[in-house]
């Protein structure tokens, strides 16, 4: 996987390289939180957004700006 900006690519350790790619942003990414719990994942970015990713997917499932 590449990691242009406002992209996030999420690594496994069972997995040799990149999982999945998380685009969403329209800007750089700023932070990025996993909450396993409830198997999410918090991005934060430039844009002004945030974005709740279902940690196995590779879409937002939603997005606040």
Do not use: N, Q
């Not at 040799?16 to 800007?27: D, I, R, S, Y």
């Not at 999410?40 to 606040?64: E, K």
């Amino acid at each position: 996987c590449e990691r242009p900006a406002p992209t996030v690519s999420v690594y496994s350790p069972k997995a040799v390289g990149c999982v999945h790619e998380l685009k969403g942003h329209k800007g750089e990414v700023l932070a990025v939180a996993h909450i396993p719990e409830i198997g999410c994942v918090v991005t934060s970015g430039a844009d002004l957004a945030l974005c709740f990713w279902d940690a196995a997917g590779s879409a937002p499932s939603y997005s606040m700006r």
